[in-house]
């Protein structure tokens, strides 16, 4: 039989790195590609930038803080901000289905314009196609954008032994409420989405000289995804305490009805930060200053107790290892 | 969502410290436990439990998982389904990731034949009504925690008087589950927790026959870690109180004597006992399954679907130690293909497929403890 696309290479788990590396990266094969970071970082002329992409298709559309719109401009926005750059210009394409609502589509881009004006960016340019009906699940976007990099380094290749480990917000709201709102479960709950841009909390962050060693936003696969791509790209080990993890009590509770780990769900505006010794309390200090980071916490340090490995440690002494997300999102049976 | 804990209370780091050390203080025999169901195999390895547990006390890994038991041919019948024109298949959970003999409802997915992966049952309703032109069929699966919202289902259809929608009943049972791990007689297993969602609806009256049949302590037990801890105290307690042995209930807090009974009755109305069903891994059971009741047989896709459903058994590559490690003769570790050959991403068996089988628990969370750490 042949081989077929399934959901779950595009989970962001072990099932989309497979795709990425062992398709993508083989046939687009370059230097810079292959760094793998949220980001490129370029040379232009003597200009250090930064260049990334990403398209949008979650459904529903609307959701508990968001929207949409809302996602394609923070997600990208975040990309660049990770690598420690100043995001500037946009592009944006819309994929539009045939028979969607005007009104719907101008509250979006309403949405866009506002969540572009927190960071400071534009869209400088833009292409709109409309399929047919079925074409698309009603609205697609994609957004690249360009960044100027303010602080050189940022990488996660970088992690060594004793760097500590700081989240920059509770964990897992995005996918639960994204959960929650889909057809086939309909949970009522009040939890909203974390989406939000992060270049205010980052550029104080390059503005106080605190010494980052590397940022990521925890999108799709969650913090147990951007912990373990960091132990591998950096091949050392990260050791993080569970009861330091922030977790809302809702989305707990979504996670212990339908069986799933809130480190495994999608953010989009909660980072990870890797920080060098001693800047810890400055972080900290800086991000409970911003609203979309107030509750930031530190939550385990770097090690080479073993390679490309992520340890979970319970408060009452177990410890196991956190496997990088897996396969589709499938609720428990009972 | 009201504010009330159902979690942290549960979860008291002081409480499972207290916990361990009293069984650690109070044990005074090698005592293997079988956790019966999924569910717990789980909560013992994402709490990783046995890392604060005294040598004496080992889990023995049971058959309460439904996708793990479900026999290949079985996965193959929701093949054969689904791959009918103008047919949705419905069915719960991670049952669309298990391979049977050629292929799996997600890869069917992914070529365009129309399966869905409900939460709830009763969402079948709504897809026959959306989809009047098509037939549905609801690919039921579960221990007696999820029977009732299958006859719920039943119930609704008739009286709505739904044309299209077909049931193929998988529905296994407890009870004679373990009385067929334990009449084997070659089982290793001293003492039982009692599944946690299952008594609910059946009540702990159904363990009372284990007990006085093999001897065995039964303690129903909650899902959390402090009712696991709690529950293996309770066992441990039982065994040096002397010889009596008895049905203790942990999980007092959602689980009676008697159980839903409304749930019970509406169970029998619509379903019966079959004669034998055959678990993968362990082979045929009596009794240990239900199926429509003949006055429901136009409901019934093994019964409308007849022609299409093939009837030959199969069994798991010979490598693979599923059927052992349902029976608790042997451990995950055991196995010549656990996490070489046979990972979650590509299960060669059963019990590594579902995020409830032992196998899948321990690739998921055992590892450090196996490296010897």
Known sequence: ?334 | MPKVDLIEGFRNPEHIKALAKLIKKEVTRKINIMEVCGGHTHTIMKFGLPQILPKEIEFVHGPGCPVCIMPKERIDHAIELASMPNTILATLGDMIRVPGSKTSLQKLRAEGKDIRSLYTPLDVIKIAKENPEKIVVFFAIGFETTTPMTAVLLDQIIKEDIQNIYLHINHVTVPEAVDAIMGGGDAKIDAFLGPSHVSVITGYKIYEQIVEKYNTPVVVAGFEPTDVMESILRIVRQFNAGQERFVDNEYARAVSREGNVKAQELINKYMEQREHFRWRGIGDIPKSALKLRDEYAKYDAEIKFKDVLPTKELDDHKLCICGQILKGLAKPYDCKVFGKACTPTSPMGSCMVSSEGACSAYFKYGKLVAKGV
């Open chain 1, 1 to 334: 039989m042949s081989k077929k696309i399934l959901l779950s290479h595009g989970g962001g788990g072990e099932e989309t790195q497979s795709l990425i590396k062992d398709l993508f990266f083989k046939h687009f094969d370059n230097e810079i590609l292959l760094k793998m970071e949220d980001a490129a970082a370029l040379t232009m002329n003597t200009n250090r930038i930064v260049f990334t992409t990403d398209s949008f298709t979650v459904s529903p559309l609307f959701f508990n803080g968001g929207n949409i719109g809302k996602l394609a401009i923070a997600g990208t926005v975040n990309d660049l901000v990770m690598m420690g750059a100043k995001p500037k210009y946009l592009t944006c394409s819309f994929m539009i289905e045939e028979g969607f609502d005007y009104k719907d589509l101008e509250t979006i881009v309403i949405t866009m314009r506002d969540e572009m004006a927190k960071s400071g960016v534009m869209i400088v340019a833009g292409d709109t196609k409309v399929v047919p009906k079925g074409g698309v699940d009603g609205l697609f976007i994609n957004t690249s954008g360009i960044g100027e990099i303010m602080v050189e380094g940022i990488s996660a290749h970088n992690l060594k032994p004793n760097h500590s480990i700081i989240v920059s917000n509770e964990v897992g709201n995005h996918g639960a409420c994204i959960l929650a709102r889909r057809e086939d479960i309909e949970l009522d709950t009040e939890l909203k989405t974390d989406c939000a841009s992060l270049w205010k909390p980052v550029e104080a962050l390059i503005e106080a000289g605190v010494k980052v060693v590397a940022y990521r936003d925890a999108t799709r696969g969650g913090l147990s995804a951007v912990l373990n791509e960091w132990a591998e790209t950096s091949k050392i080990c990260i050791e993080v305490d569970e009861d330091k993890i922030p977790v809302a009590p809702e989305v707990k509770g979504i996670c212990e009805m339908l069986g799933f780990e809130p480190y495994e769900f999608a953010n989009e505006g909660t980072m990870v930060l890797c920080v060098e010794k001693g800047e810890e309390q400055k972080t900290l200090d800086i991000l409970h200053k911003f609203e979309e980071t107030k509750k930031a916490s530190y939550i385990g340090k770097v090690n080479d107790k073993y390679e490309n490995r992520v340890v979970l440690n319970t408060p009452w002494g177990s410890s196991r290892f956190l496997e990088p997300p897996k396969g589709e999102l499938l609720p428990r049976i009972c």
